[in-house]
């Protein structure tokens, strides 16, 4: 009865949702628009997502990446697939979203990396005069196995969108597959991109053994780090990175479930998020790729409330504290401020 009382209130709990790849995040029923239109491919709902009790190693995790880039490869699809994504986030109750994805060329298709972005852009301008109660921002992320031509490439991009898309191109991301390339070759693109005003948001010691990177990293420094599992010394990080990210208060974009299902977290009660929650450090609840993982940011809520026994009012205080993290402007910060007053005694 509690679980089930507290699970309807993270579903009527107001939320900001920070870390949400976008194709990570497309659902069953997307996937099953997706196949039907490529029958072809032989692709089933097993290759593209990770049920209820399943695990996966992160390695795992990128090849399904690979079978979603399949089905979503021409700009009919990322329109599809972007407004589907916008529509889910607004029902659960997601008030302001920030989206991020890897712009794609496809050969095959006549997609562009430019026209990826254009038809991101559309996509949030189409769910906005459709009247969806959501503002979402998007984020250009750079996959870091495509090394540092193809990530200054992608700066240079966003700095065209930075200017041109009312608002909308508020960062940057740097992603993928940990283990492959070193964030030092990446620092020139994202040193500019910061100083062109992208704000940045860095996927950080996801996995072990990337201390010498998230240091030098750190010294840039990022806007938000994505994960940060690895960073504090009891998970083999050490105290002059806590201290790093201390110092500057740099808030932590934390995905309960991603981490456990990529297996980079052993369970649920030994997550990072005890860690800096504890110290009364910024950290947001986020998704990762609630598609993939199976999972919502409802869901997300209620997993840190019953595995850290969190009340209802710390589970609001969780929710209105992410709004001091979003890059979006200072004037959007005070918007969604009133409206978590104005929503506030509707679900106490
Ligand atoms: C690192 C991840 C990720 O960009 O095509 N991505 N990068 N760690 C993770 N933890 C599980 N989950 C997703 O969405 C898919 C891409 O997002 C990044 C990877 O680069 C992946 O290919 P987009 O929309």
């Given at each position: 009865v509690?679980?089930?009382e507290?699970?309807?209130?993270?579903?009527?709990?107001?939320k900001?949702?920070?870390?949400?790849?976008?194709?990570?995040s497309?659902?069953?029923?997307?996937?099953?628009?997706?196949?039907?239109?490529?029958?072809?491919?032989?692709?089933?709902?097993?290759?593209?997502?990770?049920?209820k009790?399943q695990?996966?190693?992160l390695?795992?995790?990128?090849?399904?990446?690979?079978?979603?880039?399949?089905?979503v490869?021409?700009?009919?699809?990322?329109?599809?697939?972007?407004?589907?994504?916008?529509?889910?986030?607004?029902?659960?109750?997601?008030?302001?979203?920030?989206?991020?994805?890897?712009?794609?060329e496809?050969k095959?298709?006549?997609?562009?990396?430019?026209?990826?972005v254009?038809?991101i852009?559309?996509?949030?301008?189409?769910?906005?005069?459709?009247g969806?109660?959501?503002?979402?921002?998007?984020?250009?992320?750079?996959?870091?196995?495509?090394?540092?031509?193809?990530?200054?490439?992608?700066?240079?991009?966003?700095?065209?969108?930075?200017?041109?898309?009312?608002?909308?191109?508020?960062?940057?991301?740097?992603?993928?597959?940990?283990?492959?390339?070193?964030?030092?070759?990446?620092?020139?693109a994202?040193?500019?991109?910061?100083?062109?005003?992208?704000?940045?948001?860095?996927?950080?010691?996801?996995?072990?053994?990337?201390?010498?990177e998230?240091?030098?990293?750190?010294?840039?420094?990022?806007?938000?780090?994505?994960?940060?599992?690895?960073?504090?010394?009891?998970?083999?990080?050490?105290?002059?990175?806590?201290?790093?990210?201390?110092?500057?208060n740099?808030?932590?974009?934390?995905?309960?479930?991603?981490?456990?299902?990529?297996?980079?977290v052993?369970?649920y009660?030994?997550?990072?998020?005890?860690?800096?929650?504890q110290?009364?450090h910024?950290?947001?609840?986020?998704?990762?790729?609630?598609?993939?993982?199976?999972?919502?940011?409802?869901?997300?809520?209620?997993?840190?409330?019953?595995?850290?026994?969190?009340?209802?009012?710390?589970?609001?205080?969780?929710?209105?504290?992410?709004?001091?993290?979003?890059?979006?402007?200072?004037?959007?910060?005070?918007?969604?401020?009133?409206?978590?007053?104005?929503?506030?005694?509707?679900?106490?």
């Amino acid at each position: 009865v509690m679980d089930h009382e507290v699970g309807l209130f993270c579903r009527e709990l107001p939320k900001v949702e920070l870390h949400a790849h976008l194709n990570g995040s497309v659902s069953y029923q997307t996937i099953e628009k997706l196949i039907r239109r490529k029958p072809h491919l032989n692709i089933e709902h097993s290759m593209t997502a990770i049920g209820k009790g399943q695990r996966r190693t992160l390695e795992e995790c990128f090849q399904v990446f690979k079978v979603i880039h399949q089905l979503v490869d021409t700009e009919e699809d990322i329109l599809m697939v972007a407004t589907d994504v916008i529509r889910e986030f607004a029902e659960d109750g997601v008030k302001y979203l920030e989206l991020r994805s890897t712009p794609r060329e496809e050969k095959n298709t006549g997609l562009t990396k430019k026209r990826y972005v254009e038809t991101i852009i559309k996509a949030i301008q189409q769910c906005k005069n459709e009247g969806v109660d959501i503002d979402v921002r998007f984020l250009v992320a750079i996959d870091r196995r495509n090394g540092p031509e193809a990530a200054m490439e992608t700066v240079k991009l966003a700095e065209e969108f930075l200017l041109s898309s009312d608002g909308l191109v508020v960062g940057l991301d740097l992603s993928g597959d940990p283990k492959v390339g070193h964030g030092k070759d990446l620092l020139p693109a994202l040193q500019r991109g910061r100083n062109s005003g992208l704000k940045l948001s860095l996927h950080l010691s996801e996995v072990p053994s990337q201390l010498e990177e998230s240091d030098l990293l750190l010294n840039l420094p990022p806007d938000r780090i994505g994960h940060g599992t690895f960073l504090h010394p009891e998970m083999g990080g050490s105290q002059s990175l806590v201290d790093k990210v201390l110092k500057n208060n740099i808030p932590l974009e934390l995905c309960l479930t991603s981490n456990v299902k990529g297996q980079t977290v052993p369970s649920y009660s030994k997550h990072h998020f005890k860690y800096w929650y504890q110290l009364g450090h910024p950290s947001v609840i986020c998704t990762d790729d609630k598609g993939v993982f199976c999972t919502d940011l409802s869901h997300e809520y209620q997993l840190v409330a019953s595995t850290f026994g969190l009340s209802r009012e710390a589970l609001w205080n969780l929710s209105q504290q992410a709004i001091d993290c979003i890059f979006a402007p200072e004037t959007v910060k005070q918007q969604l401020k009133w409206r978590w007053t104005d929503l506030k005694h509707h679900i106490f």
